[in-house]
């Protein structure tokens, strides 16, 4: 099992960058694929990044890339969330998640078997 806390969300203004941070604690975290997926209210939980264990593949939503950066230390069990040139179209409660068996497809919600409790970013215009 794997516990996952999401920080780094806040309120900016477009234009601006955050850094998420998703802290794991668990035996197999380092062996996870690990997403970044968003929620916007009234809307259905988007994907943003993955990024496999070794931290050698990562994949994007075409809309994010360029902007958004995945990244991970697996000595500090840290995922990161690099977002620059933030819009207010970004503005969703953040969730990263756990894939342990790397099983599924890396874009869907239903392959990931633990989630964070999410972290709130707002973007204002």
């Known amino acids: 099992q794997v516990q996952l806390v999401e920080s780094g969300g806040g309120l900016v203004q477009a234009g601006d960058s955050l850094r998420l941070s998703c802290a794991a604690s668990?035996?197999?975290?380092?062996?996870?694929?690990i997403g970044w997926f968003r929620q916007a209210p009234g809307k259905e939980r988007q994907f943003v990044a993955a990024?496999?264990?070794?931290?050698?593949?990562?994949y994007y939503t075409d809309s994010m890339k360029g902007r958004f950066t995945i990244s991970r230390d697996n000595a500090e069990n840290t995922v990161y969330l690099q977002m620059n040139s933030l819009k207010p179209e970004d503005t969703a409660v953040y969730y990263c998640?756990?894939?342990?068996?790397?099983?599924?497809?890396?874009?869907?919600?239903?392959?990931?078997?633990?989630w964070g409790q999410g972290t709130q970013v707002t973007v204002s215009s």
């Open positions: 998640a756990a894939n342990h068996d790397s099983s599924g497809n890396y874009n869907d919600p239903g392959s990931y078997d633990n």
């Open positions: 668990g035996r197999t975290f380092s062996r996870s694929l």
């Open positions: 990024i496999t264990w070794t931290g050698l593949t990562r």
